[in-house]
């Protein structure tokens, strides 16, 4: 009778020779649930209710926002009656809509950037763990990590001053390029860390035997290896997408008028007056992300179902 | 995936894409299509270049938005406003962009003007644009920081004093003396200075019979010894418009420019519940200027721009939006007649005009800046 | 998988340039991040051993020194610090005591078609703009506002709710924008976990709390760093938050580095301000990667059952 150990070690092997899935891989399909959950104790029921009472708070503001958007008044903040004007006002109004513009641009090409860089650091990282430079690159994208977003901004916009002035680079005192370029920077590492952690997983002697059968690099990335990461790219291009839609801090540093994006306009009303067309247009962008996650959502759990991930891949891409 | 092979692949089931590339191929399409539509209406309104825009970095509902409109549709260019809450902070960031900040037209305070002149920031005016600037009155062109009018044409003037909710202060209140009293007392807590390290400099050298524009070691001690040891723990926040305060009740007594001040009084449920005082030793007289900026990617937009609000039923337009004096001829009469609600708030009597100091930037404006730095972190403990 | 002793010379070729290819693929985002990151960070750190000259030059080099440190290690800096720091630690283990349950329940006691759905009902506020929804709870808290009135109403308090624009405030801000990254993590470690551990030590009658304490908690221990990891730098260098929230009372250091850029046009102290940020969050981590690794050890050690001790005959039983 072997003693029980403790030992994190010990579970960490069982996690990781079951790929860390669920257990009884293959064989048999899904076992009716364990009976663990057949008497729920009073614990189960406060947790159950601990979890609840957490989501409703992490909805809270959210609702309140929603809520607000109808509101007719002047000030988002007294209330003043029921009514879609907010929505009229927010649509109808020059400077809005182009901040939208100028932040959903942003978004798609500061995605576009970090996805290609971060792909293909992330595949270089899984395939490559040993090699010399494995240990610098990951220190770098684990500063871009633990630096403050203020601290980061202060450094770039004298930094683009610099390249449009003094090199005469003119291309950095294009709004929409610095902004692209600024965005890009935190994503492209948390896409290199996503891609890395689905691509950790999988074998080389695939690609290993499409170049044992001659075939190109390009080739092989587009047949062999790009199919394999494709969840992971889309994931970490989505969350490009959203981290560049919400950044605020550094936008607002490097911003050039005339490429104001929506969370700098949001900023600015904050020290004047807040509108209700603010949370007009914040329920408005919160529908469309929803739409493009369900969108994704529908993707991933394609690929899911043929890959056999377990509920939490999502998450666990997410995370890496 | 090979196309055309012969050779049948041993792959496991999963490498069989489920999503066909052609369907992902289609998806990026689509995505890039959307960026590049949004790229097309982007350019050709608020581009970031000369392209028919004209962007404006000024203060806080300082326009009224029928103005604007009214300006883009009989003139042309798309107007986009940014806006600040103190001069600090425009000057800051003209200076940090070094000209590449893509403003057309900024709104520096008088005082300013001279030391932005000599920084290089502003681009010279050329007047034969700006016919209406005839209308404006002659006391306000031509003066000591802007002789000839080289670089800057008024847009409004106004001066500074207080606000409060007559429910929650019981006596009434004529002096910045009694501002500083009620800070410490009835609005501890509750009270709100502008962002400007300068006028709540002013508020202080004024209450104690010190002349505003001193540039005394001992009295600039002074003041922040009392700042930053007798208010620092009673201010609630630091706000440049506590126009939308006053509307709210959210505070009991908040420093505020009189445009803003009767703004916010307007709105509120009960304007009665609220008193602006201009109070009885003085207080900073200010004049807002319309000015270029050096670098401006439409300067001839910006030029349209100026000379459109100086014409007489705009500027009354503005007057009745902002309530500040814009000081073009005959506008207080035109703004009685228009039955502008307040007016007390807007046109100050000579008695009250006799007492307003005309603000100047001297060797104190370094010490007034490191004092409010101190005053913000003093007024967490 | 080995690779094949007796392979052509051209597969072997082939195999060279195979890895040469992969390792390639970093240097793009390694120049990137250097030219973009590194660079302007160095720049900055260059300004901070300067100094402003006058009123309207931001800074010069001319004389190199370390007084902007000194000047920004002031009492009033340092006390912003304390602050933050002190918002950073509380709000930190906040949303771990907070999210814990939550990530426990959303990974062991609900179905995976449930976990998925609670997934995204996590992650929907997230989506929502930070700034937008720190506006939510501005409007919420306000003295005017309908929780005041609400409460008032109700006679659980006497006069308007006060809490605006104080530090509470911001803790209360920061714990709520920072929650949904501690229960990734968090969720991710709890949902790896082998339950059969679990299973066995129930079998071997330890009760829940010991099983708890000695299985779940230590197998969650990575999720539970890195989302400590994950709140506390972010929320060190907050600017949004406290501005929204905090008014005057509630200032943070990000505010005041922000602060000497935006208005005081003091580059030098302002990097300064921010160098020192920046070693202030490198340090806490360091320190508290020390300090667990340590924990870790002696937990280790305590509780190691040494097996060749009690199973000579059939040797080391791993």
Same mark, same amino acid.
């Given at each position: 009778m072997t003693g029980l150990r403790t030992d994190a070690g010990v579970a960490g092997a069982v996690a990781a020779r079951s790929g860390g899935e669920r257990p009884s891989p293959g064989a048999a399909p899904d076992a009716?649930?364990?009976?663990?959950?057949?008497?729920?104790?009073?614990?189960?029921?406060?947790?159950?209710?601990?979890?609840?009472?957490?989501?409703?708070? /992490?909805?809270?503001?959210? &609702?309140?926002?929603?809520?607000?958007?109808?509101?007719?008044?002047?000030? &988002?903040?007294?209330?003043?009656?029921?009514?879609?004007?907010?929505?009229?006002?927010? /649509?109808?109004?020059?400077?809005?809509?182009?901040?939208?513009?100028?932040?959903?641009?942003?978004?798609?090409?500061?995605?576009?950037?970090?996805?290609? &860089?971060?792909? /293909?650091?992330?595949?270089?990282?899984?395939?490559?763990?040993?090699?010399?430079?494995?240990?610098? &690159?990951?220190?770098?994208?684990?500063?871009?990590?633990?630096?403050?977003?203020?601290?980061?901004?202060?450094?770039?916009?004298?930094?683009?001053?610099?390249?449009?002035?003094t090199w005469h680079l003119s291309i950095f005192a294009i709004g929409q390029v610095r902004l692209i370029v600024a965005h890009s920077l935190f994503s492209c590492a948390v896409v290199t860390f996503i891609v890395r952690a689905r691509m950790a997983g999988v074998d080389e002697s695939l690609e290993e035997a499409a170049a044992d059968l001659g075939a190109p690099p390009v080739r092989r990335f587009l047949d062999i290896t790009f199919p394999l990461m494709r969840p992971a790219v889309i994931s970490g291009a989505l969350l490009s997408f959203t981290l560049s839609l919400d950044n605020t801090v550094l936008s607002s540093f490097v911003s050039v008028a005339g490429s104001t994006p929506w969370p700098v306009y949001v900023f600015a009303s904050l020290r004047s007056t807040l509108r209700p067309e603010i949370a007009a247009v914040s329920t408005l962008m919160l529908g469309l992300t929803l739409v493009a996650l369900a969108l994704v959502g529908l993707v991933l759990r394609r690929a899911q179902k043929t890959t056999g991930d377990s509920g939490g891949g999502l998450a666990a891409t997410l995370v890496g | 995936m090979p196309e055309s092979s012969d050779v049948r692949l041993l792959l496991p089931a999963s490498m069989t894409?489920?999503?066909?590339?052609?369907?992902?191929?289609?998806?990026?399409?689509?995505?890039?299509?959307?960026?590049?539509?949004?790229?097309?209406?982007?350019? *050709?309104?608020?581009?970031?270049?000369? *392209?028919?825009?004209?962007?404006?970095?000024?203060?806080?509902?300082?326009?009224?938005?029928?103005?604007?409109?009214?300006?883009?549709?009989? @003139?042309?260019?798309?107007?986009? #406003?940014?806006?600040?809450? *103190?001069?600090?902070?425009? #000057?800051?960031?003209? @200076?940090?962009?070094?000209?590449?900040?893509?403003?057309?037209?900024?709104?520096?305070?008088?005082?300013?003007?001279?030391?932005?002149?000599?920084?290089?920031?502003?681009?010279?005016?050329?007047?034969?644009?700006?016919?209406?600037?005839?209308? @404006?009155?002659?006391?306000?062109?031509?003066?000591?920081?802007d002789p000839g009018n080289r670089y800057s044409v008024p847009k409004a003037w106004g001066s500074t004093g207080y606000a409060y909710d007559t429910t929650a202060v019981g006596r009434e209140l004529t002096s910045w003396a009694d501002f500083w009293d009620v800070a410490q007392n009835e609005a501890s807590g509750s009270l709100s200075l502008l962002e400007d390290p300068g006028e709540i400099a002013y508020a202080y050298f004024f209450a104690n019979g010190i002349d505003p524009l001193t540039t005394d070691e001992g009295h600039l001690e002074e003041y922040r010894a009392f700042i930053t040891e007798k208010i620092a723990p009673h201010v609630q926040t630091f706000e440049s418009y506590p126009g939308a305060s006053i509307t709210n009740n959210a505070r009991v007594l908040a420093q505020a420019f009189n445009g803003d001040a009767r703004a916010g009084i307007l709105e509120n449920e009960d304007p009665s519940r609220w008193r602006y005082v201009t109070p009885s030793e003085g207080g900073n007289l200010w004049q807002d200027n319309w000015a270029i900026v050096k670098g401006a990617p439409n300067p001839d937009a910006a030029h349209d721009f100026i000379n459109y609000v100086l014409d007489p039923e705009v500027s009354l337009a503005e007057l009745l939006y902002i309530g500040y004096n814009t000081g073009l001829k005959g506008i207080e009469e035109a703004a009685v007649a228009a039955g502008a609600e307040l007016p007390e708030l807007i046109f100050f009597t000579p008695e009250q005009t006799a007492k307003l100091v005309f603000a100047e930037l001297n060797d104190a404006e370094q010490a007034y800046v490191d004092i409010y730095d101190e005053l913000t972190a003093a007024a967490g403990q | 998988m080995a690779a094949d002793p007796v392979a052509a010379p051209a597969v072997r070729q082939s195999?060279?340039?195979?890895?040469?290819?992969?390792?390639?693929?970093?240097?793009?985002?390694?120049?990137?991040?250097?030219?973009?990151? $590194?660079?302007?960070?160095?720049?900055?750190?260059?300004?901070?051993?300067?100094?402003?000259?006058? %009123?309207? !030059?931001?800074?010069?080099? +001319?004389?190199?020194?370390? +007084?902007?440190?000194?000047?920004?290690?002031?009492?009033?800096?340092?006390?912003?610090?304390? =602050?933050?720091?002190?918002?950073?630690?509380?709000?930190?283990? %906040?949303?771990? %005591?907070?999210?814990?349950?939550?990530?426990?329940?959303?990974?062991?006691?609900?179905?995976?078609?449930?976990?998925?759905?609670?997934?995204?009902?996590?992650?929907?506020?997230?989506?929502?703009?930070?700034?937008? =929804?720190?506006?939510?709870?501005?409007?919420?808290?306000?003295?005017?506002?309908?929780?005041?009135?609400?409460?008032?109403?109700?006679?659980? =308090? +006497?006069?308007?709710?006060?809490?605006?624009?104080?530090?509470?405030?911001?803790?209360?801000? !920061? !714990?709520?924008?920072?929650?949904?990254?501690? $229960?990734?993590?968090l969720y991710v470690a709890l949902e790896r976990m082998d339950h059969r551990l679990l299973e066995a030590s129930r079998d071997l009658g330890a009760n829940a709390v010991e099983s708890f304490r000695r299985v779940t908690l230590p197998l969650a221990l990575p999720g539970i760093a890195a989302g400590m990891l994950l709140v506390f730098v972010p929320l060190m260098g907050d600017y949004i938050t406290p501005s929204v929230l905090g008014g005057a009372q509630g200032g943070m250091v990000g505010q005041m580095v922000a602060g000497q850029f935006n208005r005081a046009q003091n580059w030098a102290l302002g990097s300064a301000m921010a160098v020192i940020l920046m070693l202030a969050i490198l340090a806490v981590v360091v320190l508290f990667v020390l300090v667990a690794r340590l924990f870790g050890f002696v937990v280790r050690r305590v509780q190691h059952v040494d097996l060749t001790a009690v199973l000579p005959a059939q040797g080391a039983a791993r």
């Open positions: 009716p649930p364990v009976p663990r959950r057949r008497r729920r104790s009073p614990t189960d029921v406060l947790i159950a209710i601990w979890g609840v009472l957490g989501l409703l708070f /992490l909805f809270f503001p959210v &609702l309140v926002i929603i809520v607000y958007s109808f509101n007719t008044g002047r000030q &988002l903040r007294s209330w003043d009656g029921f009514g879609f004007s907010s929505y009229e006002n927010a /649509l109808g109004n020059p400077t809005i809509v182009a901040t939208i513009q100028v932040s959903i641009l942003a978004a798609a090409g500061s995605a576009v950037v970090s996805t290609i &860089l971060g792909s /293909l650091a992330g595949v270089a990282l899984a395939r490559r763990p040993s090699a010399r430079w494995v240990g610098w &690159l990951t220190l770098l994208l684990g500063l871009i990590m633990v630096t403050p977003e203020i601290v980061n901004a202060v450094s770039l916009l004298p930094w683009f001053v610099d390249l449009s002035n | 894409a489920r999503v066909s590339r052609r369907l992902f191929l289609g998806g990026l399409l689509g995505a890039g299509a959307t960026a590049a539509l949004a790229a097309c209406s982007t350019g *050709s309104g608020s581009g970031s270049g000369g *392209s028919g825009g004209l962007n404006i970095y000024t203060w806080g509902e300082y326009d009224d938005p029928d103005v604007l409109s009214a300006f883009t549709k009989e @003139v042309g260019p798309k107007i986009t #406003i940014d806006s600040y809450g *103190s001069n600090q902070e425009m #000057i800051a960031k003209l @200076v940090a962009a070094a000209g590449t900040s893509g403003y057309d037209i900024c709104l520096p305070t008088h005082q300013y003007i001279p030391q932005m002149a000599a920084s290089d920031l502003l681009e010279e005016l050329d007047l034969d644009k700006i016919p209406n600037f005839e209308n @404006v009155d002659p006391a306000y062109i031509d003066q000591s920081f | 195999r060279r340039r195979l890895r040469w290819s992969v390792g390639m693929l970093a240097l793009p985002i390694g120049a990137w991040l250097i030219f973009f990151f $590194i660079v302007p960070f160095g720049l900055i750190l260059w300004y901070s051993f300067g100094e402003k000259p006058s %009123l309207y !030059v931001t800074h010069s080099n +001319d004389v190199l020194s370390l +007084d902007r440190y000194l000047e920004a290690v002031s009492p009033a800096f340092l006390q912003t610090f304390g =602050r933050t720091l002190e918002i950073s630690v509380v709000g930190t283990v %906040l949303c771990l %005591l907070i999210a814990f349950p939550m990530a426990y329940w959303m990974a062991t006691k609900l179905s995976p078609s449930r976990q998925g759905l609670v997934l995204a009902l996590v992650l929907i506020p997230y989506w929502t703009n930070f700034l937008v =929804r720190t506006i939510g709870w501005q409007i919420t808290l306000s003295p005017e506002g309908f929780l005041s009135e609400g409460l008032q109403a109700l006679g659980l =308090r +006497d006069g308007p709710l006060e809490v605006l624009y104080t530090m509470p405030a911001v803790q209360l801000g !920061v !714990v709520y924008n920072y929650l949904p990254l501690m $229960i990734l993590p």
